[in-house]
């Protein structure tokens, strides 16, 4: 008779042993970067008036592509982040905040929301009138709110493991240009891109996040066009040339970091077609610059941040935070938000909650902790331009920045507040 003893205790220790390879195998994909990305129009049908700053918002009787909100969620281990943009001139904390509170699985202080500064979108800051009157459509916002949280919700459910490439170069041609003094901007664009790394997307593209500092307003409010602006076709370009989702997040383009759309005439081109033009031009520039990148196969995910509080000394700003029915601040003195440092691999970002003059830009970069330095302007809030106190106030040029600022003493409380949050942080691996 054959003795089977040995066969017995043989799988009997197999069988001990895959609950062991179930857990490994199950703490091995908790370590791993995780990446998803999920968008939703937001284009409203009907058509309603869009805004490009303070004051009524203007009839749009038409449009020229698509508004979206767009999200990427990224995971890795117990660290779960979202990155979040709308076509929209800003989008203010009282609105994220309604949408971080539908968001499922996300820490409140993880979800960043930015916004791309299209001047041909609806008005989302509902800008009150002298009689306290405003004629944003309360509906539409309250949807977008819904469409946020969707988005993020989305991209969360359609996590895969993934690997980035990293890269920050000089986007050439005639993309922007300081319209106050043509040289003084950023001509870097920061890439970050996650690739699949096993299924239908393995090594393809999942999304694309370009930033890059520039006002989106070569059509502007004042033509009856709804629009992206030239970041729609920028989305278009980067979809159709790499797959995956495009993402944009602004930088610092105060000051006034615009599109390049001037014509030898003096005059500027205003139409479609140059946001095509600006759009395609700056996707191809983003995908030369990350075509090269190393392939970081399992970076580090860190998230940090910080509540910072600004005196409201500017009486236009006071008077549209305390008068918009979106209770944008409960305080006539100062208001408090939100900012944020990212390490994701190699890259460190910083978040801005309005539009910071290029200076300010560089004096952050500069003292980063990594060759990829990012500046998501726009995020989380958006009070207007930020400038320096040395610069507030002192050219005439600088009347109308300093005038639509919360006040001399923004600039400085910023650049102390993240460099409180780069020195308390860890710094990004390579």
């Known amino acids: 008779m054959k003795n089977n003893s040995y ?3 043989k ?18 994909q908790s370590q791993q970067l995780m990446v998803g990305a999920a968008k939703r129009i937001i284009t ?13 918002p203007k009839t749009a009787t038409e449009k020229k592509g698509e508004l979206y909100v767009r999200a990427m969620v990224l995971k890795k281990g117990e ?3 979202a990155i979040v943009n709308i ?14 509170k539908l968001i499922k699985d996300i820490p409140f202080n993880n979800i960043l929301i930015g916004a791309t500064h299209t001047h041909s979108a609806p008005d989302a800051y509902a800008f009150p009138d002298e009689k306290g009157n405003f004629a944003a459509d309360l509906k539409y916002l309250d949807w977008c709110v819904n469409q946020i949280a969707d988005a993020v919700n989305e991209a969360s459910k359609k996590l895969e493991p993934a690997k980035l490439k990293i890269a920050v170069g000089e986007a050439k041609g005639k993309i922007a240009y300081n319209y106050y003094a043509p040289e003084l901007y950023d001509p870097r664009c920061g890439v970050i891109q996650a690739l699949g790394t096993k299924g239908k997307n393995k090594d393809l593209p999942i999304v694309t996040l370009v930033n890059y500092a520039i006002h989106p307003e070569v059509i502007g409010s004042d033509r009856g066009i709804l629009s992206p602006d030239l970041i729609g076709p920028l989305y278009d370009r980067i979809e159709t040339k790499s797959g995956g989702m495009a993402l944009f997040m602004n930088g610092a383009q105060g000051g006034m970091v615009t599109a390049d759309n001037r014509l030898d005439n003096k005059a500027e081109a205003n139409d479609w077609e140059e946001c095509k033009r600006i759009g395609n031009l700056l996707a191809d520039e983003a995908l030369r610059i990350i075509s090269t990148a190393v392939i970081q196969e399992n970076p580090e995910l860190y998230c940090a941040s910080k509540q910072a509080e600004f005196p409201i000394d500017s009486e236009m700003m006071r008077y549209i935070i305390n008068n918009s029915p979106l ?6 003195s100062a208001l408090s938000t939100t900012l944020n440092l990212l390490n994701i691999g190699s890259a460190q970002i910083l978040t801005i909650p309005g539009e910071a003059l290029p ?4 004096y952050l970069k500069r003292n980063m902790l990594t060759e ?5 302007g726009l995020t989380n809030d958006a009070f207007g331009y930020i400038l320096t106190k040395e610069d507030f106030n002192s050219f005439k040029k600088y009347q109308y920045v300093s005038r639509t600022s919360l006040g001399e003493e923004t600039g400085e409380i910023l650049i102390d507040n993240l460099l409180t949050l780069i020195k308390n942080s860890p710094k990004p691996k390579k």
Do not use: Q
Request: aromatic residues 12%.
């Open 7 to 9: 066969d017995v205790c």
């Open 11 to 28: 799988a009997s220790r197999v069988f001990l042993l895959i609950p062991f390879f179930i857990l490994f195998s199950l703490n091995l």
């Open 44 to 56: 409203p049908n009907p058509l309603i008036s869009v805004s490009g700053g303070v004051g009524t």
């Open 79 to 81: 660290e779960k982040i």
């Open 87 to 100: 076509d929209n001139l800003g989008w203010p904390a009282a609105l994220g905040n309604r949408a971080r």
């Open 327 to 332: 209770k944008m601040g409960d305080s006539d």
């Open 359 to 362: 200076n300010i830009g560089y």
């Open 372 to 376: 990829h330095p990012f500046l998501f």
